[in-house]
């Protein structure tokens, strides 16, 4: 109970360490940001997304200042609402990567012997799969969803999770603390995730946001060439729509600049915010 009580208080502390730098604050603010977009787009959105409200090709004006597409669908909405997909992907990679990842490299360091070695093994295998070629051969074979890129990005990127996740459990577990917790009763799924996961949380988050730009970055890649699934809304999609209907021939920058951006904002949110984790992490090690 003493353990469950104070992760909570750890994490905000882990929060604040974060932001106690410059660089730190943005990305925490970049982050958050569009998190706020993604939540309040029906609010914040001038027009519904898929609403034909302006003349097709319309250059940005005080009605829609990011102008329209070819069928009149205001492309700032459509950016805002876009942030909803991008953003699902992200966090939902990110969070089954972490997850798949520090329970395999949890088994593994605890247990050690036959069981780890078979893991680290299976581990092994996956890491040496290629991620965009495979992405490319399953989105061309298999019918193109979310689901689908977040299912295989979480299972090609949890192995470098695991690896890190077990070699700090192998150090962690001959510490005292986990002896005295063996002593009190606990079973190796308590030790394991209420003594042992605590004290792995910041490689967790570290690692979970590495995967969360990866996959937004190889879901609009796919998207872009067409590989990807255009009825879900997304920055990608924004971009193949813009090379599909010839706005880059037509020099409509504000098509296909502005989902490119959101794309870097993203990105540059969540690495600043992972390399002040691995400066925090280094700190307390």
Same mark, same amino acid.
């Given at each position: 109970?003493?353990?469950?009580?104070?992760?909570?208080?750890?994490?905000?502390?882990?929060?604040?360490?974060?932001?106690?730098?410059?660089?730190?604050?943005?990305?925490?603010?970049?982050?958050?940001?569009?998190?706020?977009?993604?939540?309040?787009?029906?609010?914040?959105?001038?027009?519904?997304?898929?609403?034909?409200?302006?003349?097709?090709?319309?250059?940005?004006?005080?009605?829609?200042?990011?102008?329209?597409?070819?069928?009149?669908?205001?492309?700032?909405?459509?950016?805002?609402?876009?942030?909803?997909?991008?953003?699902?992907?992200?966090?939902?990679?990110?969070?089954?990567?972490?997850?798949?990842?520090?329970?395999?490299?949890?088994?593994?360091?605890?247990?050690?012997? @036959?069981?780890?070695?078979?893991? &680290?093994?299976?581990?092994?295998?996956?890491?040496?799969?290629?991620?965009?070629?495979?992405?490319?051969? +399953?989105?061309?074979?298999?019918?193109?969803?979310?689901?689908?890129?977040?299912?295989?990005?979480?299972?090609?990127?949890?192995?470098?999770?695991?690896?890190?996740? @077990?070699?700090?459990?192998?150090?962690?577990?001959? @510490?005292?603390?986990?002896?005295?917790?063996?002593?009190?009763?606990?079973?190796?799924?308590?030790?394991?995730?209420?003594?042992?996961?605590?004290?792995?949380?910041?490689?967790?988050?570290?690692?979970?946001?590495?995967?969360?730009?990866?996959?937004?970055?190889?879901?609009?890649?796919?998207?872009?060439?067409?590989?990807?699934?255009?009825?879900?809304?997304?920055?990608?999609? +924004?971009?193949?729509?813009?090379?599909?209907?010839?706005? &880059?021939? @037509?020099?409509?920058?504000?098509?296909?600049?502005?989902?490119?951006?959101?794309?870097?904002?993203?990105?540059?949110?969540?690495?600043?915010?992972?390399?002040?984790?691995?400066?925090?992490?280094?700190?307390?090690?």
């Amino acid at each position: 109970m003493m353990e469950a009580r104070s992760f909570p208080k750890r994490f905000l502390l882990f929060i604040s360490s974060i932001a106690s730098t410059y660089s730190g604050k943005i990305g925490l603010v970049l982050s958050i940001s569009l998190i706020l977009t993604a939540v309040f787009a029906p609010w914040v959105a001038p027009y519904p997304p898929r609403a034909m409200s302006g003349v097709p090709y319309s250059y940005p004006s005080l009605s829609h200042l990011l102008g329209t597409d070819d069928i009149g669908q205001d492309l700032l909405s459509q950016l805002i609402w876009a942030t909803r997909g991008s953003l699902l992907i992200a966090i939902s990679a990110g969070l089954l990567t972490a997850l798949a990842g520090t329970t395999v490299g949890l088994f593994s360091g605890y247990y050690g012997g @036959r069981i780890g070695e078979g893991l &680290m093994r299976f581990t092994d295998v996956v890491l040496v799969l290629p991620l965009l070629p495979l992405l490319i051969v +399953m989105a061309a074979y298999f019918p193109a969803s979310i689901i689908l890129v977040i299912g295989v990005i979480s299972f090609l990127e949890w192995p470098q999770i695991a690896r890190v996740i @077990r070699s700090q459990t192998l150090t962690l577990k001959t @510490r005292p603390f986990v002896d005295a917790s063996k002593l009190c009763g606990m079973s190796d799924l308590e030790i394991m995730f209420k003594v042992l996961l605590p004290n792995l949380i910041s490689l967790v988050l570290l690692y979970a946001v590495f995967a969360a730009v990866t996959a937004v970055v190889m879901e609009s890649g796919l998207d872009f060439v067409g590989l990807g699934s255009i009825a879900n809304l997304s920055w990608g999609v +924004m971009l193949y729509f813009a090379l599909a209907r010839f706005a &880059m021939i @037509r020099g409509m920058w504000w098509w296909f600049i502005p989902p490119g951006l959101m794309i870097a904002i993203m990105g540059t949110g969540f690495i600043l915010i992972g390399y002040e984790i691995e400066r925090v992490t280094r700190l307390r090690v």
